[in-house]
């Protein structure tokens, strides 16, 4: 199962998918993209627990970790 974490005002929400079913898959490619639209930044973990900013959705990520822009004041 890959996840899908979105952080926001509200603390985390989980949204798990089976990369190997059609629906799953897409509703996770839809979700992605209406974070970032958002302003929502997008980042996968690499094998050895680093994060990479992510632009666009991929298939294969295990995790991927959405964080809300920060606005300066």
Avoid: W
């Avoid at 899908?4 to 190997?20: A, E, K």
């Avoid at 995790?63 to 004041?73: D, W």
């Amino acid at each position: 199962m890959a996840t899908q974490i979105v952080l926001d005002h509200t603390g985390d929400s989980r949204y798990f998918f089976d990369q190997n079913d059609r629906k799953g898959l897409a509703d996770a490619e839809r979700r992605f993209g209406e974070l970032t639209r958002q302003g929502f930044t997008a980042a996968s973990r690499t094998k050895t627990g680093d994060l990479n900013v992510v632009r666009t959705f991929d298939p294969a990520a295990d995790e991927t970790l959405f964080y809300p822009r920060i606005v300066g004041g």
